[in-house]
């Protein structure tokens, strides 16, 4: 008894903290929102449409950063509508898949926010490049927020997609936020699970033990020269004997089909201590107790097809789904219209955000 009144109490004191640091902090976040320099054309790696319109907006997170996004709507629609927030790739903008994603979702009726993650693309946040599993799970929240405040948004019929290792960070988002009504994961990487335990979770503690090491002793050398060095992005020139995955990334981030300047993968990558937070955090953690809908989507002959089949055996309900695209590699879930299966997705959404 004595330790339930005990939680009750800490609850009820961090709850007025977060609400009295609120109260007091709304009109210096509205008054002192950075104003970020957006590019006005159109250089998307896909075409624009005529079906919705497009607009480049900035909302702000839980930590005091501006993110930057584009913001698709039905034409002629009415009413208030149901919101998707949108992001990935890890190491992508929203001017790649992101955004193709948002895009035709929006065609298809849903009011959809595609957005560059904190410290990446168009958004802020310094220092530049930087990965966090908080931050970039407290991005999907933000967007959230932002969408929740719009007049033509039902704030109760709010989902998600996440691709690629944002399909990892959007799960997190839905076990804690749960305002999210509806998750969809397509190609996911768990990125904490790759990076701690390596692919198919082949590293040693050993091995864990000298990445650490090395990534700190880059941390002394980024502090002794004042910059951060950067782990460099697709491979590039590509090896005759790079695996087949690895090709699939070139033949998306370093050809006209998917190429963009600011997106992190299609030049030098994230700083090369971004992995330092993945080593200890478990993404997935508590993705048993999301209560709402969740749909995994994964390519057959994708090498990353393990993670969702391993998320979705974690998942517990029976609005929990897995979906295996005969045939698709990883990237063919990026931007091939074909492998995508947005009739699903459309279905999925209309369901579950009513």
């Known amino acids: 008894m004595k330790t339930k009144n005990l939680q009750s109490a800490l609850i009820a004191l961090l709850t007025s903290v977060i609400l009295l640091t609120g109260c007091t902090t709304n009109k210096k976040t509205s008054d002192t929102m950075k104003t970020l320099n957006l590019t006005q054309e159109w250089d998307k790696t896909f075409p624009q449409s005529e079906k919705v319109k497009h607009r480049k907006v900035t909302f702000r997170n839980r930590y005091g950063i501006t993110l930057a996004a584009d913001l698709y709507e039905p034409r002629n629609a009415s009413g208030k509508l149901a919101a998707i927030a949108v992001s990935g790739p890890f190491g992508a ?13 929006a065609e298809r009726g849903f009011l959809t926010l595609a957005f560059d993650p904190s410290f990446t693309g168009e958004s802020g946040g310094e220092p530049r490049y930087v990965a966090s599993p908080d931050i970039n799970t407290e991005d999907f929240s933000a967007a959230v927020d932002y969408l929740s405040t719009l007049p ?10 996440g691709i690629c290792g944002w399909g990892g960070f959007a799960i997190n988002a839905a076990a804690i936020d749960t305002r999210i009504k509806a998750t969809v994961a397509s190609t996911m990487y768990d990125i904490s699970r790759a990076t701690s335990k390596g692919y198919f979770d082949s590293m040693t503690s050993e091995e864990r033990y000298e990445l650490r090491k090395q990534l ?16 460099g ?25 998917g190429y963009h300047k600011r997106s992190l993968n299609s030049n030098k990558g994230w700083n090369k201590t971004s992995a330092l937070p993945f080593l200890n955090t ?31 055996k974690k998942l517990t309900g029976n609005n929990k789904e897995l979906m295996i695209i005969p045939g698709a ?26």
């Open 93 to 105: 903008v929203k001017e790649q898949a992101s955004g193709r994603y948002a895009q035709t979702m």
């Open 152 to 161: 033509n948004v039902n704030a109760e019929c709010i989902g998600l997609i």
């Open 216 to 231: 700190n002793a880059q941390r002394t050398e980024d502090y002794r020269n004042g910059s951060y060095a950067l782990a």
């Open 233 to 257: 992005g697709v491979v590039d020139p590509l090896p005759d004997d790079a695996p087949q995955f690895v090709k699939d990334y070139y033949a998306y981030y370093k050809t006209l089909r």
């Open 282 to 312: 478990s993404l997935l953690a508590f993705s048993d107790e999301i209560r709402s809908a969740v749909l995994l989507i994964h390519g057959e002959k994708a090498h990353s097809r393990y993670f969702s089949e391993d998320a979705f």
């Open 329 to 354: 590699s990883h990237v063919d879930l990026y931007d091939n219209m074909q492998a995508i299966p947005f009739n699903t997705l459309e279905v999925f959404f209309k369901e579950n955000l009513q």
